[in-house]
């Protein structure tokens, strides 16, 4: 059995290259290309993996970016289930200016994706047995996928009994909040939207998040603030982690990396804080590594020894 299931609608193949200095009109020359699978739950499923855990990838793919992505995690052992999408898998552009340090990311909106290929999907979820423990929604939804596609995922989890975690944005995570969630990641421009603030202060932050939990349909909210760290917040408590000083590589992934290490150290049978340690740690860890790498466990292991917790008032 696997204890952790991801669906990532709009999966891409991300392309991660560098370049002296970005100037306009003119031709750039690059310097290598990476290619790697991605997609917020992919990206869920392949760090859990290098987390020592179990994860089982669900998506949609569609022509020769599509079959790429397949390879990819087929290589990096990720066990996957593939639906086929007559509409191409998009691709991700992101792009290192050596001189600056800064770093550029380019999403291409890709495809509508069809009906059936999302329905197929959801048949796939309803039919899988046994049923894991957590399924987990990451990323935006494709063009034409509807605004409450994460809704249907989460009153079907409810019926199999399954912890449905969304990290996603907008309506569609408004929708899916909405029939009730184990738990929801945001960062701080989500939760702000969510709530519908104006500016994403601090206090203002955490009196949403816990607004939020009191309406009974959210059983944890993990709310990651960049270099700061990260907030878990749970009915009874309320917890902050600080996050390490490091030299920033990259930080595509950061997010999907702490996601993933606090449900593995959920399974593990830590405490809520204790895993908000380990998800601060393998966030952190995640910006050492170049693209989409994601974290590594050595990193997130000497991480997670920096990393303070304490909780909030």
Request: hydrophobic share 45%; net charge negative; proline share 6%.
């Amino acid at each position: 059995m696997t204890d952790i299931l991801t669906i990532t609608f709009n999966p891409a193949l991300d392309l991660t290259t560098s370049i002296g200095r970005l100037a306009p009109h003119v031709k750039l020359r690059c310097e290598g290309l990476r290619r790697d699978p991605g997609g917020g739950g992919i990206n869920v499923a392949r760090a859990v993996l290098r987390m020592g855990g179990q994860a089982r990838a669900l998506f949609p793919a569609g022509g020769s970016p599509g079959q790429r992505v397949r390879e990819l995690l087929e290589a990096e052992g990720v066990d996957c289930l593939v639906v086929d999408s007559a509409a191409e898998t998009r691709e991700d552009l992101t792009v290192q200016e050596l001189e600056s340090g800064l770093q550029y990311r380019f999403l291409l909106p890709g495809e509508p994706l069809p009906e059936g290929a999302w329905q197929a999907c959801l048949d796939l979820l309803e039919a899988l047995s046994p049923a894991p423990r957590f399924l987990v929604a990451s990323g935006s939804l494709p063009p034409g996928a509807p605004d409450d596609l994460l809704a249907r995922v989460a009153r079907l989890a409810r019926r199999r009994g399954i912890d449905f975690v969304v990290d996603s944005s907008g309506p569609p995570l408004r929708l899916a909040l909405e029939e009730g969630l184990a738990l929801a990641k945001m960062n701080r421009r989500e939760l702000a939207e969510i709530s519908g603030l104006a500016e994403a202060d601090e206090g203002a932050l955490r009196l949403a998040a816990n607004s939020l939990i009191g309406r009974g349909k959210l059983g944890a909210l993990l709310l990651t603030l960049a270099d700061k760290g990260a907030d878990l917040f749970l009915a009874e408590s309320a917890w902050h982690a600080d996050a390490p000083a490091v030299e920033l590589v990259s930080a595509v992934g950061a997010g999907d990396s702490a996601l993933a290490a606090y449900l593995c150290a959920s399974l593990r049978g830590e405490s809520p804080e204790t895993a908000l340690g380990w998800a601060v740690a393998a966030g952190t860890a995640a910006l050492l590594t170049p693209g989409t790498e994601l974290c590594r466990l050595e990193d997130v292991e000497r991480m997670r020894q920096q990393v303070q917790v304490t909780r909030l008032p």
